[in-house]
Every structure is written in C-alpha cells, then in structure tokens.
C-alpha cells in the first residue's frame, strides 16, 4: 500500500509560538522529505531524514527541525513562529521502488497570525 | 546549483487544444525531471518523470514531454485539453532524484 498521509489538515498559530505538523507514510521507506509551499509559490526544500538522521538541508533556519520514527512517521517542528511561515507544509516520501518517484501528502495548510 | 523556470505563470487553452506547458532547467550534471500537478487545496501529484534512457516521457492523463539536452527544456504537452486538465503545474529538477527543486508553477485553465 503507498499513500503519505498528514495531520492536521488546517492550523492557525500565533507568532512566536511552536507547531508541530505531522507526516505518516505507508511506502515502507526510510526516506522522508519536507517542503514548504508559500501562496503562489513552488514547493522549497526544507530537509530530509534517512533512517531517522537529517541527511540534506535547504535554505531554512534552525528553528525548523524534524524527527523521524522507526514506524515511518515523521514530524516536522516550527519554533518561533513568524508571519512568513504561512505557508502549505508538504511531506514527501518514495514508492518503492524509489525509481517510481516520491509520493507527496495533501500537506498541512499553516496559518501565523 | 540546480534551478528550473517555467515560463508562463498562466496559461489558458480552450477545451479541445493543445496544452504546451514550458519548463526550462539548469544542472551541473545529468538532470532528473519531473512534471507534477496540484489542484485545489490538494498535494503534488506526479505526472511523469524523465531519469535516463527515451527522452519522449509518457505520463498518466494523456499528458508527455521530451527531454531536450540541447535547449535544456523539458515542456509538458497534451493533444487535447478536458476541462479536468485545469490545475496548477510544477516542473522540478533533481540530480539525486532525492532532494527536488521546483518552478514557480504554470496555472492551466481550460476554457469551455
């Protein structure tokens, strides 16, 4: 079974606060891939996770950090929030085999007021 | 460094034409492309992939594009516009196939 499922669908924080956004995959692979949607925009690499460790990391502060479960869930973190981090947060994983191209969830739609 | 440009940020076509959607790539080594397709509130969706070998890709929904090393393009192509067509478009480029870079986004609407 493939599918990337997260949670939740919709969020609304105030800045300065921390959010936690949610990524379950059912490809069976130990590859995780989080990017950020800004309205209009093309999804921009945040970072990656490889059997739990951080292994690629784009343009993005420290204040953004992930974890990544033995059970192929993921979490990506957001500290301090600011008005900018308003945006689509999208989890993407491979099918297997990972030549068949990565498999990306509906994504969290992120709100900072 | 790896970019893509897509050149057109809306496109529209009547139901019926042909959909040309551009996507321009910039790589220091042998690309992967992909083309995927967003609608409304949803994820990406892939729509086809180019990794090596035929140059002429085939994807879902009667949609193709052709990987041109020389003009360093890859534009999706549809004979026929269905007004289901009507989303939004990403081309991306990778050269690990891992970590993706994305266009801006070409936003097709199919007239009736």
């Known amino acids: 079974e493939t599918g990337v499922t997260q949670s939740p669908t919709h969020l609304i924080k105030t800045r300065g606060q921390q959010v936690t956004l949610r990524c379950s995959s059912q490809s069976g692979h130990n590859t995780v891939s989080w990017y950020q949607q800004a309205l209009g925009q093309g999804p921009q690499f945040i970072f990656q996770y490889y059997r739990e460790e951080e292994n690629g990391r784009g343009n993005f502060p420290p204040r953004f950090s992930g974890l990544q479960f033995p059970n192929y869930s993921s979490e990506l973190n957001v500290n301090a929030l600011e008005l900018d981090d308003s945006a689509l947060y999208l989890c993407a994983s491979p099918e297997l085999p990972a030549t068949t191209g990565y498999t990306f969830g509906s994504g969290t739609r992120l709100t900072v007021v | ?112």
Not at chain 2, 100 to 106: A, D, I, S, V
């Open chain 2, 1 to 112: 460094a790896q970019s893509v440009t897509q050149l057109g940020s809306h496109v529209s076509v009547s139901e019926g034409a042909l959909v040309l959607l551009r996507c321009n790539y910039s790589s220091s080594v042998p690309p992967y492309l992909f083309w995927y397709v967003q609608y409304p509130n949803q994820g990406l969706q892939l729509l086809l992939k180019y990794t090596t070998g035929a140059t002429l890709v085939k994807g879902i929904n009667g949609f193709e594009a052709e990987f041109k090393k020389s003009e360093t393009s890859f534009h999706l192509t549809k004979p026929s516009a269905h007004m289901s067509d009507a989303a939004e478009y990403f081309c991306a480029v990778s050269n690990t196939g891992n970590q993706f870079y994305f266009g801006t986004g070409t936003s097709l609407t199919v007239i009736p």
